[in-house]
């Protein structure tokens, strides 16, 4: 879910999730509130009782404070999954660290390469997927591989090399459109991490925007994600907007969530 179906989107969506569905074994469809739509409660009321997934991830504006005690009343089990915070930074603006030569910025070299770096970054990211006991914390993470790979595969995945030919030390992954650059996934191996390398990364990816035009760079995390806010804030970006993240589940019996 990107940031122009989060912020800038004029009306509520309803989509299915058919790759969630199949990792997952049940099925997921995503329902998305956006900023500039301005809906009220009872457009979101009437999507969820008109949908028959199993799972509606719903993601609204937190300012709309009221909505989740209104959501335990529709007949779903309704699980708070967090908070994700956006932030922006105007491209040339950031405070970029000092060059290293020891630091060069390229495409992974293959698929594989894609998967390990993404399970070791990504291995303890504490997710949405984790609030819902119908998730795996394995399948998430399998998710994240496969997101990052279809990223990968459209050119649009960096890596931070160190002098060693096979030093991987953190991985990007963008989404890219004519003048905005959306990073997805973005982290710095586990050996490799309280060296500030994360703000070289940071660089490379702005960097690759002004390049091609781009105006602005955005990114978001879970709310509890800290300290990786901490670093966006030292680089220049500025905190835009926070989004609630509700799993809403068919109340079923427990044996039939057996996989």
């Not at 990792?23 to 008109?50: D, K, N, Q």
């Not at 992974?108 to 795996?136: C, K, M, Q």
Request: aromatic share 8%.
């Amino acid at each position: 879910m990107g940031w122009h179906d989060l912020m800038e989107a004029e009306a509520v969506q309803m989509r299915q999730s058919p790759l969630e569905s199949a990792r997952f074994g049940c099925s997921v469809e995503r329902l998305t509130v956006p900023l500039g739509a301005r809906s009220s409660f009872s457009e979101v009321r009437e999507a969820v009782l008109e949908s028959a997934a199993d799972v509606i991830v719903l993601r609204y504006p937190a300012e709309n404070v009221g909505w989740f005690a209104a959501l335990t009343t529709l007949g779903r089990t309704a699980v708070f999954a967090d908070c994700l915070t956006h932030w922006r930074l105007p491209a040339g603006e950031g405070r970029a660290p000092e060059p290293s030569p020891e630091l060069r910025t390229a495409e992974p070299t293959g698929p594989a390469e894609v998967r390990a770096s993404v399970s070791a970054i990504f291995a303890a990211y504490g997710n949405h997927y984790l609030a819902n006991p119908l998730f795996d914390v394995a399948d998430a993470l399998a998710g994240y591989r496969e997101w990052a790979l279809r990223s990968a595969a459209e050119g649009r995945c960096l890596v931070l090399r160190g002098p060693g030919p096979d030093d991987v030390l953190g991985l990007a992954t963008l989404e890219e459109d004519a003048s905005r650059t959306e990073i997805l996934l973005a982290g710095i191996a586990p050996g490799a991490q309280g060296r500030g390398l994360y703000a070289h990364l940071l660089k490379a990816v702005e960097d690759r925007a002004l390049a091609r035009g781009a105006t602005e760079v955005v990114i978001s995390t879970q709310g509890h994600n800290t300290r990786v806010q901490r670093a966006w804030a030292r680089y220049g970006f500025e905190p835009v907007q926070a989004v609630v993240t509700v799993h809403l589940t068919r109340n079923r019996p427990p044996h039939a969530w057996e996989r």
